[in-house]
T-cell receptor
Framework: GNSVTQMEGPVTLSEEAFLTINCTYT??????LFWYVQYPGEGLQLLLK?????DKGSNKGFEATYRKETTSFHLEKGSVQVSDSAVYFC?????????FGTGTRLQVFP | GAGVSQSPSNKVTEKGKDVELRCDPI?????LYWYRQSLGQGLEFLIY????????KSGLPSDRFSAERTGGSVSTLTIQRTQQEDSAVYLC?????????????????FGAGSRLTVL
């Protein structure tokens, strides 16, 4: 079946450090891929998405490239800020429902 | 409405009682999802409604859980004979109609959630 695997957290970084959160997937067909973010005390919201191979989703300085050959959609940011502290969820949608990974908590310290 | 509305925002109940959680999706959104988020856990899919199709109930953890969606809009998630392990935040989300990878049907708007505590 379809599934998403994320690196376990928490990921702890200093401000301005480079961020990578790994995400790999298993799916039939050609899924769309997403990163959702949950800031402290807030609801989940879409961060970025990519709908086909080699697409790059980007938003708020975050980027992720849809890599079909490695079935990956790793989230990256060149310079994190304290305000990026949140839980990040990788997700895929193949034919119907949206399937989420377990989430990765990011903690950024000044 | 402007967003996905869930009620109650917090519910404390005793073990063995039944609870109902309500979700009011964005007007015009045909797809509606229920997820569960437990402390330290990820997002667990529960059930998915799409238009008039039969719901996908494959994520419901036991027969104590059920959900319905009346008139293609408001949904109610019911948990019977609650157990302590049911304690979690129950999230509802909806999305636009349409098919294909480029449609808005792929983007979910989440409610703030209903926090359930079973004592």
């Amino acid at each position: 079946g379809n599934s998403v695997t994320q690196m376990e957290g928490p990921v702890t970084l200093s401000e301005e450090a480079f961020l990578t959160i790994n995400c790999t997937y298993t799916a039939t067909g050609y899924p769309s891929l997403f990163w959702y973010v949950q800031y402290p005390g807030e609801g989940l919201q879409l961060l970025l998405k990519a709908t086909k191979a080699d697409d790059k989703g980007s938003n708020k300085g975050f980027e992720a490239t849809y890599r079909k050959e490695t079935t990956s959609f790793h989230l990256e940011k060149g310079s994190v800020q304290v305000s990026d502290s949140a839980v990040y969820f990788c997700a895929l949608k193949a034919t119907d429902k949206l399937i989420f990974g377990t989430g990765t908590r990011l903690q950024v310290f000044p | 409405g402007a967003g996905v509305s869930q009620s109650p925002s917090n519910k404390v109940t005793e073990k063995g009682k039944d609870v109902e959680l309500r979700c009011d999706p964005i007007s015009g959104h045909t797809a509606l999802y229920w997820y569960r988020q437990s402390l330290g856990q990820g997002l667990e899919f529960l059930i998915y409604f799409q238009g008039n199709s039969a719901p996908d109930k494959s994520g419901l953890p036991s027969d104590r859980f059920s959900a319905e969606r009346t008139g293609g809009s408001v949904s109610t998630l019911t948990i019977q004979r609650t157990q302590q392990e049911d304690s979690a935040v129950y999230l509802c989300a909806s999305s636009q109609p349409g098919t294909g990878s480029l449609s808005g049907a792929n983007v979910l708007t989440f409610g703030a959630g209903s926090r359930l505590t079973v004592l």
